[in-house]
């Protein structure tokens, strides 16, 4: 299965640069505080919004693309904060940068993206939280009380 333990948690070791599609520069809102915790854990976020893109604000210290296409760097994971029917031209972005992931967040799926990813090589995950699935596999969740269902004091490798 795509979204196994074992896959996800590949995945996170070896995508280190982040672009966060739907960005908000809101504290509150659900895209910072998974950028921000993934920031504080060494990954690289590059924040897309246009809306942020257009007045050259800043995102978490980082300067914010108006597109994928936009961004001069390469990137491994595209985390993807819209609307499901936003996705499937995200998708052809990613594929189109050479991206190595695409991550669709919780309540967020397109099969046709997920799809049109996999056929050009690209791993996809659906439905899921980058920053609670960190957390949940390298050892985070368990500090605020969450049973992770591991028994052991170790973090696994």
């Excluded at 299965?1 to 739907?22: E, F, Y």
């Excluded at 693309?65 to 993807?80: E, F, G, H, K, N």
């Excluded at 050479?98 to 309540?107: M, T």
């Excluded at 995950?125 to 699935?133: A, D, G, P």
Aim: with cysteine; charged share 20%.
């Amino acid at each position: 299965m795509h979204n196994d333990n074992s896959t996800l948690r590949d995945l996170l070791r070896q995508c280190k640069t982040i672009a966060v599609v739907g960005l908000s520069a809101e504290w509150h809102r659900p895209s910072f505080f998974a950028a921000k915790y993934m920031q504080s854990h060494g990954y690289k976020i590059i924040p897309v919004n246009p809306r942020y893109a257009a007045t050259g604000q800043q995102i978490l210290g980082e300067t914010v693309y108006a597109s994928l296409l936009d961004i001069p760097q390469p990137v491994d994971m595209v985390d993807v904060f819209r609307r499901s029917e936003d996705v499937l031209p995200l998708a052809e972005e990613a594929v189109r940068i050479g991206a190595k992931c695409l991550w669709q967040q919780l309540g967020v799926h397109k099969l046709e993206a997920d799809q049109l990813v996999r056929q050009a090589g690209l791993a996809s995950v659906y439905n899921r939280c980058v920053k609670i699935e960190h957390a949940r596999l390298f050892g985070g969740l368990n500090w605020v009380g969450v049973n992770t269902g591991v028994i052991s004091a170790r973090r696994p490798h």
